[in-house]
């Protein structure tokens, strides 16, 4: 990432049901390892640029200038319903020629954990195809519509002969109908068939859309369609298929994607609609790679970058694992990060039984405080520190990750720091000295500077034996480069 080019972005609004509208690009991007950060925390410290309007530098933003600057791959001019505030994107720059083929798109390997996005019930087709598409839409969206119109009828072929396999998923972003459509199509699928009412929404936009009655005008067209109208309007009151609803939500979200339809197309990314012939050649070009034949003229896979060659200093706490373990995994990341939290909770559990605990992974954490947008960050990370060196490190650790909405954008976090350190049994006077005089500062700052230069610009980000994987990824990701190397 070119830390002088200027980046900025408006904060998203929240609707009334308090979910974020996300903004939405115009380029087709396949960048994988760019797109990933969009699941991490920005370093603003180093990017510290503002716009016009004096707007601060944001990290999707410093994202979207690294597509610009990096990319090698497009298929532009991909349409959305996108966020009106936001900014106009960067122009859509050429593919850059390739070794192999000159001129060709070059494909970069999948997003990890791709094969994994299933939907029970809201996916057609084959499950052993060999091409997978997961659209992720909005029932009011036009250019879904246009998608469910235009391109669906020319898919269809493949999904009946065993070469596509289709996946539904909800990015409601358009305001309370969205998400009352989006709710009512999860109730349509409780009742064991999504895709009449899926159909039925797409088919007559124009009855609903804009309307102040939508789920009574949504509940009429289920009861004529055959659904059980009782069961229906119990289930969207109930609660839980609105939490299905948000769940594929968060997932969008996770890869980046900012407006609808946005597509996953065998692990490319695809942040908007296509023509059909466009999606009829990636649907070749994919099939070609999973079936391991040459890839139609034209298309070529952009080389596996090699692992860094890193030096990192040695953590006198902050290591876990067994020293001779034949993987190592250092994480830089901050305490007030949400996807460092979101890693926490979801992924490392899993490394510490299946790679940590089992002598295959040593795990060493580094911290990476980005203090313009995490005040607290610094203090929580000497926190852990201090109670390391009364042999408590990874108890602090948990509990600063465990605690966060406790202390975060608190004044008095360091109140909140001395009280976890009395309900770990520790010796408050000791852990008090240290954390006001800051003991461990320098030793803070050290890691930072050693993920500078290690080209580390958000959080939560990973070496893995030195090959760079950067944001909130699920265990997949982690798994699949953890056996590369344990298979080497």
């Given amino acids: 990432m070119n830390p002088s080019m200027p980046h900025h972005l408006s904060e998203p609004h929240r609707n009334e049901d308090r979910m974020r509208r996300i903004p939405s690009p115009i380029l087709w991007i396949l960048l994988v390892g760019a797109m990933a950060l969009l699941a991490a925390c920005g370093n603003q410290s180093e990017t510290a640029n503002a716009d016009d309007t004096g707007a601060p530098a944001d990290t999707e933003a410093a994202i979207q200038a690294a597509v610009q600057a990096t990319l090698t791959a497009v ?20 593919p850059a020629p390739s070794n192999q083929q000159a001129s060709a798109i070059q494909l970069p390997p999948p997003i990890p954990g791709w094969e994994e996005l299933a939907k029970p019930g809201a996916e057609r087709g084959d499950p052993d195809a060999p091409v997978l598409l997961v659209e992720y839409s909005d029932f009011q969206c036009p250019w879904c519509g246009r998608f469910f119109t235009q391109v669906m009828p020319q898919l269809e072929p493949l999904i009946e002969s065993g070469q596509l396999r289709f996946v539904y998923k909800h990015f409601p972003i358009l305001g309370d109908a969205s998400f009352t459509t989006a709710v009512a199509a999860e109730c349509a699928l409780a009742q064991g068939d999504f895709w009449s009412l899926h159909d039925w929404l797409f088919q007559n936009q124009g009855q609903w859309k804009g309307k102040s009655n939508v789920q009574e005008l949504v509940l009429n067209a289920a009861q004529e369609l055959g659904y059980d109208r009782e069961a229906m309007e119990a289930c969207m009151a109930d609660g839980e298929a609105l939490q299905a609803v948000n769940a594929d939500l968060q997932e969008s979200r996770r890869y980046g994607f900012r407006g609808t339809p946005s597509f996953i197309l065998n692990g490319r990314l695809i942040p908007g609609f296509l023509p059909a012939e466009r999606f009829l050649a990636f649907v070749e070009v994919f099939k070609a790679e999973a079936l391991g034949q040459p890839l139609p003229e034209g ?6 970058p090699p692992p860094l060659d890193l030096d990192f200093g040695p953590e ?55 203090d313009s947008i995490h005040a607290q960050a610094r203090d929580a990370a000497q926190a852990a520190e201090c109670a390391g060196a009364q042999g408590a490190y990874w108890a602090m650790h948990d509990r600063l990750f465990a605690g966060l909405q406790e202390w975060e954008n608190n004044a008095a976090a ?6 976890y350190a009395a309900e770990l049994g520790l010796d408050t006077e000791a852990f008090n000295q240290c954390l006001d005089r800051q ?30 994987l950067v944001g909130a990824q699920p265990f997949s990701a982690f798994a699949q480069i953890i056996e590369d190397e344990l298979n080497k």
């Avoid at 298929?75 to 050429?94: F, I, K, L, M, V």
């Avoid at 298309?299 to 596996?304: F, G, I, N, V």
């Avoid at 360091?414 to 009280?419: H, K, M, S």
Wanted: charged letters at 25%; proline letters at 9%.
């Fill in 414 to 419: 360091l109140d909140v720091f001395r009280g």
């Fill in 439 to 468: 003991t461990y500062a320098d030793e803070v700052q050290e890691d930072v500077e050693e993920g500078q230069r290690a080209g580390v610009s958000g959080t939560p980000t990973f070496f893995i034996n030195g090959r760079k």
């Fill in 299 to 304: 298309y070529a896979l952009a080389p596996t």
């Fill in 75 to 94: 298929a532009g001019d991909s349409q959305t319903s996108r966020d009106p505030e936001a900014p106009t994107p960067a122009a859509t720059p050429t």
């Fill in 316 to 370: 006198e706490f902050a290591v876990d694992g067994d020293p001779d373990a034949p993987v190592v995994i250092v994480e830089f990341s901050d305490y007030q990060c949400p996807f460092c939290n979101r890693f926490f909770q979801e992924t490392k559990p899993q490394l510490d039984e299946q790679y940590i605990a089992t002598g295959k992974v040593r795990f060493v954490y580094k911290d990476f405080p980005i």
